[in-house]
């Protein structure tokens, strides 16, 4: 299975502000995912982040909200961009592992006041 | 329609005893997977186990099977003889598709409590 890194692992922000979320993987993967996980919600996905082309985004996300590079086979990043308080959520990075399951990092758990 | 019902948001057992988290589905797809993940307040997201729709056999891994009932549309996860750090959420996924070339589905989750 695939070990995935990201940081920072947590993060206090203002409102208006941006972060950027890094993900790193221990193997080349073709694809990348992008979840967000709201308080006390399931997993909404993003986007999926393919290298060498722009990430695919899913419906009520847009890539002026969550910018998302993919620069190599292994590396990630997804921006918050101009945060407000609904943006408090953890933020998953994964990778399908070659075994079929969806592998995921640790989390990113965010809090914008 | 969802395509992941867990209706159990909460579950409570006993330390030893064996505790079953529901999960019924919804595909008209003849390849899928079904995904079973744990994740506890730190918030990641562990991987337990996989069933595919042409598994012969239900799935095991230590002390968690899946209870995959196919006619029924069911994936139902088995923890034999719980612990205190089996306490967490678990989600149940799928995944359409051949050769998993689809994004899972997420259900809403069920919180489970392993008491002493």
């Known amino acids: 299975s695939a070990v995935i890194s990201q940081k920072p692992s947590r993060d206090i922000c203002q409102r208006g502000t941006s972060l950027t979320i890094q993900c790193q993987v221990d193997s080349q993967v073709t694809m990348m995912f992008w979840y967000r996980q709201q308080p006390g919600q399931s997993l909404t996905l993003i986007a999926t982040a393919n290298q060498g082309s722009e990430a695919t985004y899913e419906s009520g996300f847009v890539i002026d909200k969550f910018p998302i590079s993919r620069p190599n086979l292994t590396f990630s990043t997804l921006t918050v961009s101009n945060m407000s308080p609904e943006d408090s959520s953890i933020y998953l990075c994964s990778v399908e592992g070659e075994d079929n399951p969806q592998y995921f990092g640790p989390g990113t758990r965010l809090l914008v006041l | 329609a969802q395509k992941i019902t867990q209706t159990q948001p909460g579950m409570f057992v006993q330390e030893k005893e064996a505790v079953t988290l529901d999960c019924t589905y919804d595909?008209?797809?003849?390849?899928?997977?079904l995904f079973w993940y744990k994740q506890p307040s730190s918030g990641e997201m562990i991987f337990l186990i996989y069933q595919g729709s042409y598994d012969q056999q239900n799935a095991t891994e230590g002390r968690y099977s899946l209870n995959f009932q196919k006619a029924r549309k069911s994936a139902n996860l088995v923890i034999s003889a719980s612990q205190l750090g089996d306490s967490a959420m678990y989600f149940c996924?799928?995944?359409?598709?051949?050769?998993?070339?689809?994004?899972?589905?997420f259900g809403r989750g069920t919180s489970l409590i392993v008491h002493p």
């Open positions: 996924a799928m995944r359409e598709g051949p050769g998993g070339s689809y994004i899972p589905t």
């Open positions: 595909t008209s797809d003849p390849s899928y997977g």
